[in-house]
C-alpha cells in the first residue's frame, strides 16, 4: 500500500471527490473558458494505486523549476498553486527546487534523481529544459511519476507530458483585441519566432478576424531565434511596441515572456491598451501599468498540475501527453482591472464555441 493509499484509505478518496463535484456544482465555479480561477471541471474515477514500495508516513511530492524560479514568473507560480491546492486536499509534503543559470545537464539529472531517491511523486517538471533528464531518469524510477509542464517529447510509461491549447486562449484574446480597438489595428509582439509562439500568434489573429473580419493585424517578433538576440528585452519590446501604436495600433498583444513590461509601459505612455500572456498580468504588473492591460491571456498551470496530482493520488494517472484547452479550463482570459466587462458576453460565446469544437482554431499563421 503506497504512502497517498495510507494517509487517505480509498473510501476517503471517493468522498473527497464526490465533495469536489459537489463544491464545483453548487458554488458556481466558473465553466469553461470562463476568466476567474476554479477546480478542474471534473474529478476522475478511482481505482487502486499501484503498489510501488514506498514506506513514507506522508505523501511527498515536489515541483522544480528552471534557473527563473517561481516568483519572476506568472506561469511558474500558477503550476505552484495548483500543486499546493493538491498537497493541501491530501495533506502532502511539497518540496520546490529552483535550478541555477549554470546549470548542466548532469546537474539536473542529480537534482531528479535525488527528489526521485527521496521517494517523491509526482515530480513537476517545467519547461523542456529539463526534458533530456526527465527522459533519462524516468525509466530507472518506474514507480515514480514525473509531469513534464508545456513540453511533450519524453515518451515513458511514467512520464506525463502536460501541454496547452495556446491558440484558444490567444483566440480569445484577440476577439478582446478587436472588439476593444477604436482604429481597426490591432498588434502583436512576440519575445521569439518559435514554433510554439506562432500558435499565439495564430489564435490571435484568428480571434481578432473573427471578432472584425475588417482588422489589420500588425506581427512583429524581437528574435528570429534564440541564439539572435536576448529575447528578454524590455527596452527592446517598448520600442517595437511604440511603432506599433504610432502606426494605428491601439491594443497589442505581448507573448514576450518578461519583456512584456516594455509593451505595457509603452501602452500607458500612450494612453492606449496592452493584453498579456499566460498568467492575469494586471495583478502582477507593477501598478503604473495596470491601467493599460485591459486583458490576458491565461495559460492554466495550475489546473494542470492539480489535475495531474489527483490523477497520481487516486490511481488513475495517464501517461503520455494530457492537452489542457478551453474544454478543460486549461486556457481563458482574464477579467481583472473590469476592462473587458462590457465585451465579456461575446468573448464567453466565443470561448463555449470552441469548448464545443465548433470554432477550430488555427496553431499556425
Not at 480561477?37 to 515536489?62: C, D, H, I, K, L
Not at 541564439?227 to 498583444?253: E, T
Request: proline share 7%.
Amino acid at each position: 500500500m503506497t504512502a497517498w493509499q495510507r494517509r487517505f484509505p480509498l473510501a476517503l478518496i471517493v468522498i473527497s471527490l464526490v465533495g469536489l463535484v459537489a463544491f464545483n456544482t453548487t458554488t458556481g465555479t466558473p465553466s469553461i473558458g470562463r476568466p476567474s480561477p476554479g477546480q478542474p471541471s471534473s474529478a476522475p474515477s478511482v481505482t487502486p494505486w499501484p503498489e510501488t514500495g514506498f514506506t513514507n508516513p506522508t505523501p511527498r511530492m515536489a515541483i522544480v523549476y528552471d534557473a527563473s524560479g517561481r516568483g519572476s514568473a506568472g506561469f511558474n507560480e500558477l503550476a505552484w498553486e495548483g500543486a499546493t491546492r493538491a498537497a493541501a486536499r491530501f495533506d502532502a509534503e511539497l518540496e520546490e527546487v529552483s535550478a541555477d543559470p549554470d546549470d548542466t545537464e548532469a546537474d539536473r539529472v542529480a537534482r531528479l534523481v535525488a527528489l526521485a531517491d527521496a521517494r517523491y511523486t509526482p515530480i513537476f517538471v517545467i519547461g523542456s529544459a529539463y526534458a533530456a533528464a526527465v527522459a533519462a531518469v524516468a525509466p530507472k524510477y518506474p514507480g515514480t511519476w514525473f509531469g513534464l509542464l508545456d513540453d511533450g517529447s519524453v515518451n515513458a510509461p511514467n512520464v506525463i507530458g502536460m501541454l496547452f491549447n495556446e491558440e484558444q486562449g490567444a483566440y480569445l484574446v484577440g476577439a478582446a483585441a478587436a472588439l476593444t480597438s477604436k482604429t481597426g489595428k490591432v498588434g502583436f509582439i512576440g519575445s521569439v519566432q518559435t514554433p510554439l509562439l506562432k500558435k499565439y500568434e495564430a489564435g490571435f489573429s484568428a480571434g481578432a478576424r473573427a471578432a472584425n473580419p475588417r482588422v489589420k493585424v500588425q506581427v512583429v517578433y524581437l528574435s528570429r531565434t534564440l541564439g539572435d538576440a536576448d529575447p528578454i528585452d524590455p527596452p527592446a519590446a517598448r520600442k517595437a511596441a511604440l511603432r506599433m501604436y504610432d502606426a494605428g495600433a491601439d491594443v497589442i498583444f505581448a507573448a514576450a515572456d518578461d519583456a512584456s513590461g516594455g509593451v505595457f509601459r509603452a501602452a500607458t505612455d500612450r494612453g492606449l491598451w496592452a493584453i498579456g500572456a499566460d498568467s492575469d498580468q494586471y495583478l502582477t504588473s507593477d501598478p503604473s501599468v495596470r491601467g493599460a492591460i485591459v486583458t490576458s491571456m491565461l495559460k492554466r498551470a495550475d489546473v494542470a498540475t492539480f489535475t495531474i496530482t489527483m490523477e497520481v493520488a487516486t490511481g488513475v494517472p495517464k501517461d503520455g501527453n494530457n492537452v489542457f484547452g478551453l474544454d478543460r479550463d486549461g486556457v481563458g482570459y482574464a477579467a481583472s482591472g473590469g476592462f473587458v466587462d462590457p465585451i465579456k458576453a461575446q468573448l464567453d460565446a466565443f470561448a463555449d464555441r470552441i469548448a464545443a469544437g465548433e470554432i477550430l482554431v488555427p496553431t499556425k499563421p
